[in-house]
């Protein structure tokens, strides 16, 4: 599974951050930045989560 970012409509509000910090980060920019080519199993729900939780719909499974 892959996680993409429509950075026309995030907002980096870092929702995604707090519930998956493994695979999403902000810098001192806030810009966002997703860690890992593939999202590990170990993480998968986590990201479901954050995407269905992200209040810009930037975030998409893939």
Do not use: R, S, W, Y
């Amino acid at each position: 599974m892959k996680v993409t970012v429509d950075f026309d409509q995030c907002e980096a509000n870092g929702i995604c951050v707090g519930i998956a910090p493994e695979v999403f980060d902000l810098d001192d920019d806030d810009n966002l930045h997703v860690l890992v080519d593939e999202v590990p199993k170990a993480d998968e729900h986590d990201v479901k989560t954050a995407v269905a939780q992200c209040p810009k719909a930037a975030l998409k499974l893939a």
